[in-house]
Structure formats: structure tokens, C-alpha cells
Nanobody
């Protein structure tokens, strides 16, 4: 079992930055692929970024490439999402998720989910 707790969300102006954190419980954190997803009101949950469990391979949605960066610190059982040049369309609840088998882009591949943190970008 892995429990995930996100933090770092908030209100920011367009062009600003935020860093989200996801703290994980469990001794096997380093063996899980980690992903960030987001869900805006009235929209489906969508993939944002993911990172592999070992050598830190990453994937990004086209909409955030060059602006967002995912990283992990296995010693701290934490995964981060650095978000720069934020846009109003980035407004959503951001969730982190863990998978024992993949670091893919499909939400169905992730078993454990956090409760989410709200990110609001004003224009």
C-alpha cells in the first residue's frame, strides 16, 4: 500500500510558478512509477507528467512540455512537479498517482492516488 499526500497548490497569476509536492508513505516508494494528472471543472482527468522508478525517465503532455518539470527524491519519498509560465488553462485539481508497473500516460495504469491539490491561475 502507498498513501499519497499532495501539497503546494494555490492561487497564482498567469506567468507565475508553483511547485507541487507529493509525499508518499511506504518503504517501496522507489519501485513505483509516479504520475501527475489534473482535472478541470467539467472535464475529464488528464495526464500531465510521469517519472519512472529507477533512472528517472520522464514523459510530459504536449500542453506542458517546456513549462513543467517532474522530479523525485527517493530518499524523501517525494515527487515534485515544478510548474513555470502558468496559464489560466492550467487551472485544475492536480493529483499524484503511483503505479507498480508503469510510468505511462493512462490514469487506469495507476493504482494509488492522492486527494488532490487545487491550482488556480488568474489572468
Amino acid at each position: 500500500q502507498v498513501q499519497l499526500v499532495e501539497s503546494g497548490g494555490g492561487l497564482v497569476q498567469a506567468g507565475g510558478s508553483l511547485r507541487l509536492s507529493c509525499a508518499a508513505s511506504g518503504r517501496t516508494f522507489s519501485s513505483y512509477g509516479m504520475g501527475w494528472f489534473r482535472q478541470a471543472p467539467g472535464k475529464e482527468r488528464e495526464f500531465v507528467a510521469s517519472i519512472s522508478w529507477n533512472i528517472g525517465r520522464t514523459q510530459y503532455a504536449d500542453s506542458v512540455k517546456g513549462r513543467f518539470a517532474i522530479s523525485r527524491d527517493n530518499a524523501k519519498n517525494t515527487v515534485y512537479l515544478r510548474m513555470n509560465s502558468l496559464k489560466p488553462e492550467d487551472t485544475a485539481v492536480y493529483y499524484c498517482a503511483a503505479s507498480a508497473t508503469t510510468y505511462g500516460t493512462s490514469s487506469g495504469s495507476y493504482v494509488f492516488w492522492g486527494q488532490g491539490t487545487q491550482v488556480t491561475v488568474s489572468s
